[in-house]
């Protein structure tokens, strides 16, 4: 095997290796947000946005359920490009 060969094969176990490291933090986001109900929206600073669930269940509830449903969306196609590696 030559130097090429080597240097492109490490390539692309590097890129697989971040790409499961993402889907894995963002398995931990879906599994972390059970039983989680409040919404916040934070700038690098820590400040934002609160929306809690006692105050908008219904909007707090559709808010987490459509991040989730990104989330998940972020993984499968991750999990595509792995696939594709």
Not at 2 to 21: F, H, S
Request: zero cysteines.
């Amino acid at each position: 095997m030559d130097e090429q060969t080597l240097k492109y094969m490490g390539e692309r176990v590097d890129k697989a290796r971040k790409i499961q490291r993402k889907i894995k933090d963002l398995e931990h986001v879906i599994e972390y947000s059970a039983g989680k109900f409040n919404i916040k929206i934070l700038d690098q600073s820590s400040n934002g946005p609160y929306i809690e669930y006692r105050e908008f269940g219904a909007l707090a509830t559709r808010a987490k359920d459509a991040i989730l449903d990104q989330v998940r969306e972020e993984i499968k196609l991750l999990k595509q490009e792995l696939a594709e590696l």
